[in-house]
Each structure stands twice: as structure tokens, then as C-alpha cells.
């Protein structure tokens, strides 16, 4: 038993060393109005991530990537912090249509693909390829373990659950079928609007890869706490 808990740590730091923190939860967090959203990527997050920065004061000039954040200073967090007393908040999205976008988004959109390199490049040893097709694709993201999976398709309830033992609270859960309720809602709460502009949309709009039964099956599969524990 102590060899298997040695071993699984090895391969954990192992593992982060040369991948990164890839499955790390992430807070923005606004001091000044106590409240921090946990980033869920392929949630909208682009949207809510530009709003959450402008309304930290800094506000993002044209064709600034939110997702970059060389100018934040301490409002950013992947580690454990308590944040009790500030009301912290996230939103989800259907399982099978966030993984469907983040294919198209990842593997087809050629255009930011030619100026930024294929996202997966190297992610855990090669185990994704440009040319992968969309069942392939899902082949290998149910085959990765929450633990080890990339941010973009870790399990969001994983994800809600992990963040919510950082920061020692619970965190308010939005869907994002559901955007102008969380809008008028967040507003109320903490007076932030978030912009329903993609500020990261390619001028080349790619729809997402239809998704057959089989796929479907490995998805719902894969993604059964989410499906059972965010109410799809």
C-alpha cells in the first residue's frame, strides 16, 4: 500500500513537471467587491473572464486575449485560499456539447491553429494529434482520467468539487444554457454584467462536429457525475 501511494505520487509530480498544471483549479478573485469566479473553461469563460478583469480596473484594449494574463498582479489563484467569506461562483455547460465545441475549437479552427501552434502539442507525451478525428478524440479524453486531464475536458463537477476543498466554501453553479438568468443574478449579487461578446472568436466560424450515438454513449459515460450532479 505504501509503494502504490509512493508510486502515485512520483507520477503526480512527474507528471506536473513536465505537463503543467493542467487540471489545477483557477479563482479570479476581486478583493475590493469579496467575489472570485472559478474559471471553467469552454463555458463561456472568455466572456466572463473579460468582464471579471474589466471590472477589476484594468479593462482590456483591442484584441487583447483575456486569457493572458500578464497584467494581473495577485488577483489570480491556483492554490488553497480561503475565500469563506466572498461569494464565489462558476458556470457550467452541457457535457457532450462542451466537448463537441472544444474539438472545433482545439482541432479545426486552422486559423488561430497558423498563428498560435496546436494546442495539445506534447499533452501528455503526444497522446492527441492535429489530424484526430472527432471519435478519436473522444476515444482519448475517456480514457484520461479526471486526474490527469486537461482543463478544458475535466469533469466539471470534479472540477466544482476539488475547488470548492481550496477555497473552503461552496460555489454558486450557473449553467450556461441559462446565461441571462446567471447575468441578472450575478449583477444582483455582486453588480458585475458580464458581455455576452466571444471576445476569442476566429473571423472563421467552425460548428462543432456532429456526435453519433456510439460517441454519445462513451460521452454520457464518461461524463455520468456531471449529467447526475449539475442537473442535464
Do not use: W
Amino acid at each position: 500500500m505504501v509503494y502504490k501511494y509512493l508510486l502515485e505520487n512520483i507520477k503526480r509530480n512527474v507528471r506536473e513537471m513536465v505537463f503543467g498544471p493542467f487540471g489545477h483549479p483557477e479563482f479570479i478573485i476581486n478583493k475590493e467587491k469579496k467575489y472570485a469566479y472559478l474559471v471553467n473553461s469552454k463555458a463561456a469563460c472568455t466572456s466572463i473572464k473579460g468582464s471579471v478583469i474589466d471590472d477589476l480596473g484594468y479593462g482590456l484594449k483591442n484584441g487583447q486575449n483575456p486569457h493572458h494574463f500578464d497584467f494581473l498582479n495577485n488577483e489570480r489563484c491556483f492554490r488553497s485560499i480561503d475565500l469563506s467569506e466572498y461569494f464565489v461562483f462558476t458556470v457550467v455547460r452541457e457535457p457532450v456539447k462542451r466537448i463537441a465545441s472544444l474539438y472545433a475549437n482545439k482541432f479545426r479552427q486552422y486559423e488561430v491553429m497558423e498563428k498560435q501552434g496546436f494546442y495539445y502539442q506534447g499533452y501528455m507525451g503526444g497522446v492527441f494529434s492535429v489530424s484526430d478525428s472527432f471519435d478519436r478524440f473522444v476515444d482519448c479524453v475517456c480514457d484520461i482520467s479526471d486526474y490527469y486531464a486537461d482543463r478544458h475536458f475535466v469533469s466539471q463537477s470534479y472540477l466544482i468539487s476539488k475547488a470548492e476543498k481550496m477555497c473552503n466554501t461552496n460555489i454558486s453553479v450557473f449553467k450556461m444554457e441559462e446565461f441571462e438568468f446567471f447575468n441578472e443574478n450575478i449583477f444582483e449579487k455582486v453588480g458585475l454584467k458580464i458581455s455576452d461578446v466571444k471576445l476569442n472568436s476566429s473571423k472563421t466560424k467552425v460548428n462543432p462536429p456532429e456526435v453519433d450515438q456510439t460517441s454519445l454513449v462513451k460521452l454520457a459515460k464518461r461524463y455520468r457525475m456531471d449529467f447526475d450532479r449539475l442537473g442535464y
